[in-house]
């Protein structure tokens, strides 16, 4: 293997691919040539900042001796490159087994779901589920699960509006064969607001309590559940086009091998899905900041790019609003892992969408229904993006790691690994190594073994977070609490 990887040929740093480099550890860059004061340091062919002091050929980059580039909003213009998609002839009637919904949705689980519309009543859930659990069949059923949080009360205008229309997303997430929405009686997360937000939901198969209301809720809630678990027993998987499937993308805990291996990957999957008409999601705004221009580039018309300007500057506004910086990225183990600069780690983790055509830009717990790229607005919080993908309909979550989480959203997130070194000691954390491509496997092979992986998913295989029970959710909170 050689010592250092040249991503790009106008990059003028490399990435170390080798443990024991006498200069920098791996997955950090070193220049490639002598770097000016103040001159641009390149990497995957765009700037990632600039030097801050004179950098020798075959000196250590890192922050020490590189600054962002980036400031605050910027004017664009909508400048749409030709798409060329290669097509996927060879795999045009891929299919999974699928649980058809009434509402024309399908989903790849067939779980209970148990969602409070306020904290206060997560106990009285956890107690229904636990007594679920205990007393009934789960012939058929995947999984019961409570997906417990702290809002739904105190909170208010569009504070509470995101509570209440991110748990009626989740509500009527299709991998939930059943479920029982539980309040307490007096929240501002009242019931009756919650159902206005779910339009054509199931009455039979999502039910709704209030403690409140009746003398004993673990019954009056274990009652509901027994009904619901009856009806999802003769739930059955059925063939379905691959088109139906929902896939979101996301990085987390990301390395210098982030941009290099996981995130091209998954980005060769998001084009081939996407030309079988499948949907792919990529979201965490703040870290498309910097490498904005090449989604914008791919807008599939006018107002796409101009949803895609006001997504970006719009989360901008958010943290000035809040009094912090723009720009305080990358995270303390992304820059152990070799990330430098937001620019850097955003050109790495936009990969992920691939080269296809930007279709539509969602809002948070907004539910995609365009086919093609999506993006998505939700921050770069690993549990609290996921979760929103979640809600925008994603069947499962592809996550890429360099540095290894254990985590799991509301469905299964399948941890993808940049290097082989975490792959070997995480086996319980990661369901792919996509390192390998460093060691000679070729991307062909990986594309092949990824999207098998993903179908036997969807088909029912469980991620390493559905073996440990690894599900939670985490609503993006944006207002103050009362």
């Given at each position: 293997?050689?010592?250092?990887?040249?991503?790009?040929?106008?990059?003028?740093?490399?990435?170390?691919?080798?443990?024991?480099?006498?200069?920098?550890?791996?997955?950090?860059?070193?220049?490639?040539?002598?770097?000016?004061?103040?001159?641009?340091?390149?990497?995957?062919g765009?700037?990632?900042?600039?030097?801050?002091?004179?950098?020798?050929?075959?000196?250590w980059?890192?922050?020490?001796?590189?600054?962002?580039?980036?400031a605050?909003?910027l004017?664009?213009?909508?400048?749409?490159?030709?798409?060329?998609?290669?097509?996927c002839?060879?795999?045009?009637?891929?299919?999974?087994?699928?649980?058809?919904?009434?509402n024309?949705?399908?989903?790849?689980?067939?779980?209970?779901?148990?969602?409070?519309?306020?904290?206060?009543?997560?106990?009285?859930a956890?107690?229904?589920?636990?007594?679920?659990?205990?007393?009934?069949?789960?012939?058929?059923?995947?999984?019961?699960?409570?997906?417990?949080?702290?809002?739904?009360?105190?909170?208010?205008?569009?504070?509470?509006?995101?509570?209440?229309?991110?748990?009626?997303?989740?509500?009527?997430?299709?991998?939930?064969?059943?479920?029982?929405?539980?309040?307490?009686?007096?929240?501002?997360?009242?019931i009756?607001?919650?159902k206005?937000?779910?339009?054509?939901?199931?009455?039979?198969?999502?039910?709704?309590?209030?403690?409140?209301?009746?003398?004993?809720?673990?019954?009056?809630?274990?009652?509901?559940?027994?009904?619901?678990?009856g009806?999802?027993?003769?739930?059955?998987?059925?063939?379905?086009?691959?088109?139906?499937?929902?896939?979101?993308?996301?990085?987390?805990?990301?390395?210098?091998?982030?941009?290099?291996?996981?995130?091209?990957?998954?980005?060769?999957?998001?084009?081939?899905?996407?030309?079988?008409?499948?949907?792919?999601?990529?979201?965490?705004?703040?870290?498309?900041?910097?490498?904005?221009?090449?989604?914008?580039?791919?807008?599939?018309?006018?107002?796409?790019?101009?949803?895609?300007?006001?997504l970006?500057?719009?989360?901008?506004d958010?943290?000035?609003?809040?009094g912090?910086?723009?720009?305080?990225?990358?995270?303390?183990?992304?820059?152990?892992?070799?990330?430098?600069?937001l620019?850097?780690?955003?050109?790495?983790?936009?990969?992920?969408?691939?080269?296809?055509?930007?279709?539509?830009?969602?809002?948070?717990?907004?539910?995609?229904?365009?086919p093609?790229?999506?993006?998505?607005?939700?921050?770069?919080?690993?549990?609290v993006?996921?979760?929103a993908?979640?809600?925008?309909?994603?069947?499962?979550?592809?996550?890429?790691?360099?540095?290894?989480?254990?985590?799991?959203?509301?469905?299964?997130?399948?941890?993808?690994?940049?290097?082989?070194?975490?792959?070997?000691?995480?086996?319980?954390?990661?369901?792919?190594?996509?390192?390998?491509?460093?060691?000679?496997?070729?991307?062909?092979?990986?594309d092949?073994q990824?999207?098998?992986?993903?179908?036997?998913?969807?088909?029912?295989?469980?991620?390493?977070?559905?073996?440990?029970?690894?599900?939670?959710?985490?609503?993006?909170?944006?207002?103050?609490?009362?």
């Amino acid at each position: 293997m050689n010592r250092l990887m040249q991503i790009h040929p106008n990059d003028n740093v490399g990435v170390v691919l080798v443990d024991g480099d006498s200069v920098a550890q791996r997955g950090h860059k070193v220049a490639l040539c002598d770097i000016a004061e103040g001159e641009d340091v390149i990497k995957y062919g765009f700037p990632i900042g600039h030097a801050t002091k004179f950098i020798k050929a075959g000196e250590w980059v890192h922050s020490h001796n590189l600054a962002t580039n980036l400031a605050d909003n910027l004017e664009y213009t909508y400048s749409p490159k030709e798409q060329i998609n290669d097509g996927c002839d060879s795999v045009s009637n891929l299919a999974f087994d699928g649980y058809r919904r009434k509402n024309g949705d399908v989903g790849i689980r067939n779980e209970l779901w148990i969602i409070p519309t306020v904290g206060c009543v997560n106990s009285q859930a956890n107690l229904i589920a636990e007594r679920m659990r205990r007393e009934i069949p789960m012939d058929g059923i995947d999984d019961i699960r409570v997906f417990s949080h702290n809002y739904g009360c105190s909170q208010l205008s569009d504070d509470l509006a995101n509570t209440r229309n991110a748990l009626a997303a989740l509500a009527m997430h299709p991998n939930a064969g059943g479920v029982l929405v539980i309040g307490l009686g007096c929240e501002n997360n009242q019931i009756d607001k919650l159902k206005e937000c779910m339009s054509d939901y199931d009455p039979q198969r999502v039910r709704f309590l209030t403690a409140q209301e009746v003398d004993d809720e673990v019954d009056a809630g274990f009652s509901i559940c027994e009904d619901l678990a009856g009806l999802m027993r003769a739930d059955r998987r059925a063939p379905v086009p691959v088109s139906k499937l929902r896939i979101g993308l996301k990085c987390g805990g990301s390395d210098g091998f982030s941009g290099i291996t996981a995130n091209p990957l998954l980005g060769r999957l998001s084009d081939r899905l996407v030309a079988l008409g499948a949907t792919t999601i990529l979201t965490e705004v703040p870290e498309m900041f910097g490498a904005e221009t090449i989604l914008m580039n791919r807008a599939a018309d006018k107002d796409v790019f101009d949803r895609t300007v006001s997504l970006i500057n719009n989360f901008k506004d958010y943290f000035r609003r809040a009094g912090q910086p723009v720009y305080e990225n990358p995270s303390p183990g992304n820059k152990a892992g070799g990330i430098t600069t937001l620019e850097e780690k955003s050109l790495g983790c936009v990969q992920k969408g691939g080269s296809a055509v930007v279709t539509d830009v969602l809002e948070y717990a907004q539910k995609s229904t365009i086919p093609g790229l999506n993006l998505l607005n939700a921050p770069g919080n690993d549990l609290v993006a996921s979760t929103a993908l979640a809600l925008a309909g994603c069947h499962m979550v592809l996550f890429t790691t360099g540095r290894g989480t254990p985590f799991g959203t509301a469905v299964p997130t399948m941890k993808i690994s940049t290097n082989s070194q975490l792959a070997g000691t995480k086996p319980h954390w990661i369901d792919f190594d996509a390192g390998r491509v460093l060691s000679g496997l070729s991307w062909k092979e990986l594309d092949e073994q990824l999207l098998k992986l993903v179908i036997d998913v969807a088909n029912g295989k469980p991620t390493r977070n559905e073996q440990v029970s690894a599900k939670e959710i985490a609503i993006f909170k944006t207002g103050v609490t009362l």
